[in-house]
């Protein structure tokens, strides 16, 4: 299957496209964010890397074809979680957080919580392919993230925010000027996980609080989530002050612990012989 097979994008406007991966079959699947700057143009996270992602840019002709634009693509992890990082490999250019910086170099794949099932893959990349030989492959960071940075676009910047907790090298990246976040898995519309092996959720809280304080001082109009649609201001309100009130309760500090211990034995059982 080639890569203009494997993946489908969508026009948002003003340089932004939002691209999937059209047989990945499952809530796992990661938006991939492509957003065109004047000097520098951004891949926010991946996905698996089943097929090649610059190879589709280049073809469907997403970065235009102005000769001066003389700057490789920076690809970005929001986090180092598999569906999210697969694809970095692919990239001459690659940052994420200084946090998951070993995960990535040393193709740590129970940090990456690798794990995927045939049943996800609607359609296999290549004949014979098979979900037990997936591994997120080992890529050495060209840019090493931290909170505070900005990454100049030219016409746009991104500044990069830590916020830990789903993971603990988890940003995402503000676009200030234009009220945008690009927030990975700190929030989207759904069930937030907070019980991988490197969650925290006191972590996550805090994370959740900045959130609640981007809204209330009128800094983000639109969210550009990790999974599923885009949302506005009134609903990041909403989904981080719920998780907020709920992370305290009793019940909730149960299912943690137990979803985390379950998690950790899966993902170990799983990755014994998968560092690659």
Known sequence: M?????????SIGEGLYWIQEKFFDSSNRANIWLLRGSHQD???????????LPDYINTKGLLGDDPQRKNPILAIATHAHFDHSGGLHQFEQVGVHSAEVDALANGDNFETVTWLSDREIVQAP?????????RVKAVQPT????????????????????????SRGSIC?????????????????????????????????????????????????????????TFGAKRLHH???????????????????????L????????NTHGIC
């Open 173 to 229: 990246l503000h676009d200030g000027d234009n009220k945008m976040l690009f927030s990975g898995d700190v929030v989207y519309d759904g069930a937030m996980i907070d019980w991988l092996p490197t969650s925290r959720v006191s972590d996550y809280v805090s994370s959740c609080e900045r959130l609640v304080g981007l809204v209330d001082s009128e800094q983000v109009d639109q969210v550009m989530p990790g999974h599923y649609h």
């Open 2 to 10: 080639s890569a203009t097979d494997w993946y489908a994008h969508k």
């Open 263 to 270: 998690a950790g034995l899966a993902l170990r059982a799983s």
């Open 42 to 52: 951004v891949v926010i996270d991946t996905g698996l890397g089943l097929r090649s």
């Open 239 to 261: 989904i981080a002050s719920g998780y907020i009130d709920r992370a305290g309760t009793c019940p909730a500090r149960f299912s943690t612990f137990a979803w985390r211990t």
């Open 143 to 166: 840019h090493i993230l931290q909170e505070g940075d900005v990454i100049n676009l030219g016409d746009r910047q991104l500044k990069v925010l830590h916020m830990p907790g789903h």
């Open 126 to 134: 290549w004949p014979g392919w098979r979900a037990r030989g997936y």
